[in-house]
């Protein structure tokens, strides 16, 4: 029986999701135990210290777990530097310390107040017993509070590794491999079995440990000896299985970075590919936040990436002019150069611009072809973008030249722009020049007649230590104003479609930057 190829995929890339799942989750997990067992045991006779320990952790699980994975990284970023600068030695802030961090701090509360509860609610009549017959403090809690307190102390345990595995999916946007992987690209590609197959690999693993963890509860709560040790052994054995088929391959040499939207993973599958035919070897960082993949290439912990002039121009370089795009790609060369050393090797032909669209039937039967017509229309009308866009000098800029003041925004994955468009939720979207679905949903862009938003060129970008590799250049040299915006846009429908992968959608994109080639 011959597999959907979308479950082959999913399966194929399983041992790495899940051993980098499993790596986070574990070394998270074993930290949150390390920090609050300790302080929980501390502050079980000292109330103001067990109050404000209990109210800190609380905070913390008040804070969006992306939000909070998201917040380590440019901590550490900076502490890296600074590292760098007063002992020559940093490190890497990207992916698996900032989620170690974030997710060992959200298994906190769970143990810190199961252990406090379950040390609280003991029968003082066993403390009184223990201190008459001249036990010290110390002894009364290993030998006597903690043996008592360890059924529920478990519990915790387990709560904090459910809620950790389950966190852990969202490491995905800060450089972390882990089983979110198949849950952000799914949503960007349509590929719905890489998304329920996600959310079954992260439930099935946090059942299992769960179930593990339960037998070890069991065991502690009845002093058994064989279910604490089968459900430890149970936890070793999965720990390995996952973690072992990454260990046995080969270090890649190269790390391509990745954006979270579909048009990023085609050219990153792309750029894999050429180097993978060049015989180099690399890896790639997917679903990375735009301002967490520019800062992991400045920082070398991405070698190459693709970005959008821009993105660097605004949101960087923080340049409200529009100058022309040959202008603009100079001074980004230069600026990047000199500012973070990161090399612009060229632009890959297409831009991937910004731009305000609207059903077709709706923008002629109210007459509106331009942003400027647009204006007069927006106080009765509703505006659907993706979360980054409202928070973006584009928009504040398009919103001041124009007068745009809508009746509502709604902030949306990028996915659910067009379906909310097509089923009339939303009248206009902040669609993407290069995108497929543009044409396929029969969307009319609106022209920018005062020229508001900046050029768009997708370049290629060089991480510092890699601006002079020889190797490395050559082997993408090819790609260098080799993509016009017609066949970036018939990949990104194809990616997009839910029924094939972004790796074939890249090599057919090759396939026809090749036939150009030979044709001329």
């Given at each position: 029986m011959n597999l959907d190829p979308r479950l082959a995929e999913a399966l194929a890339r399983l041992p790495d999701y899940l051993g980098g799942h499993v790596l986070v989750s574990v070394t998270a997990l074993a930290l949150g135990l390390a920090v609050s067992l300790p302080l929980?045991?501390?502050?079980?006779?000292?109330?103001?210290?067990?109050?404000?320990?209990?109210?800190?952790?609380?905070?913390?699980q008040t804070i969006p777990g992306l939000a909070l994975l998201a917040l380590f990284y440019p901590v550490l970023l900076a502490l890296s530097a600074l590292a760098e600068r007063v002992f020559g030695l940093g490190f890497s802030a990207l992916g698996f310390l900032p989620s170690v961090l974030a997710l060992a701090l959200y298994a906190m509360l769970p143990v810190l107040r199961n252990t406090v509860t379950g040390l609280q609610g003991l029968d003082p009549r066993y403390r009184e017993a223990a201190r008459v017959i001249g036990m010290s403090p110390r002894r009364i809690l290993s030998e006597i509070e903690l043996p008592l307190a360890l059924p529920v102390i478990m519990a915790g345990i387990r709560t904090a590794a459910v809620w950790v595995i389950g966190t852990a999916t969202l490491s995905t946007p800060i450089g972390q491999t882990s089983l979110g992987n198949y849950i952000f690209t799914g949503l960007q590609t349509q590929n719905w079995v890489f998304v329920v197959f996600?959310?079954?690999?992260?439930?099935?693993?946090?059942?299992?440990?769960?179930?593990?963890?339960?037998?070890?509860?069991?065991?502690?709560?009845?002093?058994?000896v064989l279910p604490i040790l089968g459900g430890a052994a149970g936890l070793v054995a999965l720990t390995v299985a996952a973690l072992l088929p990454g260990y046995a391959r080969p270090h890649a040499t190269y790390v391509v970075g990745a954006k979270t939207f579909t048009e990023q993973y085609v050219l990153a599958a792309l750029i894999d590919q050429r180097l993978?035919?060049?015989?180099?070897?690399?890896?790639?960082?997917?679903?990375?936040?735009?301002n967490v993949l520019f800062d992991a290439l400045a920082n070398n912990e991405i070698d190459v990436a693709v970005d959008y002039s821009g993105t660097i121009?605004?949101?960087?370089?923080?340049?409200?002019?529009?100058?022309?795009?040959?202008?603009?790609?100079?001074?980004?060369?230069?600026?990047l150069k000199a500012t973070y050393g990161v090399r612009l090797l060229g632009n890959l032909g297409f831009e991937n611009a910004y731009a305000l669209a609207m059903?077709?039937?709706?923008?002629?039967?109210?007459?509106?072809?331009t942003i400027a017509d647009l204006a007069a229309h927006a106080g009765n009308l509703t505006i659907a973008s993706d979360y980054e866009f409202f928070g973006r000098p584009e928009w504040k800029a398009l919103r001041e030249t124009y007068g745009l003041s809508f009746r509502s925004r709604l902030a949306l994955?990028?996915?659910?722009?067009?379906?909310?468009?097509?089923?009339?939720?939303?009248?206009?979207?902040?669609?993407?020049?290069?995108?497929?679905r543009v044409a396929t949903n029969d969307l009319v862009?609106?022209?920018?007649?005062?020229?508001?938003?900046?050029p768009y060129d997708a370049i290629l970008l060089l991480s510092p230590k890699r601006a002079n590799d020889r190797k490395l250049i050559a082997a993408l040299k090819p790609l260098i104003g080799a993509i016009d915006v017609e066949t970036m846009r018939k990949a990104n429908a194809e990616a997009s479609n839910g029924g094939t992968t972004a790796e074939d959608v890249a090599q057919a994109l090759w396939q026809r930057i090749e036939t150009r080639r030979t044709s001329r």
């Open positions: 929980a045991f501390l502050s079980i006779r000292r109330p103001l210290l067990r109050g404000v320990l209990l109210a800190v952790a609380s905070v913390v996600g959310c079954v690999a992260a439930a099935v693993l946090a059942l299992a440990v769960d179930q593990l963890l339960a037998l070890i509860q069991f065991g502690a709560g009845r002093r058994m993978a035919a060049a015989g180099l070897s690399a890896e790639t960082r997917q679903g990375l936040g735009s121009w605004t949101n960087r370089m923080h340049r409200d002019d529009v100058p022309s795009r040959g202008k603009v790609l100079d001074a980004l060369r230069q600026w059903r077709r039937d709706k923008a002629e039967q109210l007459g509106i072809r994955q990028a996915e659910f722009m067009y379906p909310a468009i097509a089923a009339g939720e939303a009248d206009v979207i902040s669609a993407y020049t290069s995108d497929g862009v609106l022209e920018d007649v005062k020229h508001v938003i900046p």
